[in-house]
């Protein structure tokens, strides 16, 4: 059952009945027995389980043909058709630097 929200357009007051969504609306404030008005709720937050409901359940199948050769070229290392390039640069040297306790670079 829902919680509606009203207004009492005599005194202002703001309240909150739980009520069937078959019941009538209040009319009546319960402080100065003013006449209320329901109020627009936001409503709860849905919650989907199970599958269906999102873009990636329902792929086409050279998708997931494609996503499956990608995953399987990844395990086996590459193998699959795919290059990978050199990150590193020939003939480039990294040196160590150390500081002294005086405060020096070596």
Known sequence: MPTYDYVCKKCGHRFELFQSIKAEAAKDCPICQG????????GGGMIFKGTGFYATDHRSKSYT???KQESNAA????????????ETKPGTKTEAKTTTASGETK
Do not use: F, M, N, V
């Open 75 to 86: 395990i086996s290392g590459g193998e699959a058709g795919t290059t990978s390039k050199s």
């Open 65 to 67: 043909q494609k996503a």
């Open 35 to 42: 006449p209320a008005e329901r109020l627009l709720g936001i």
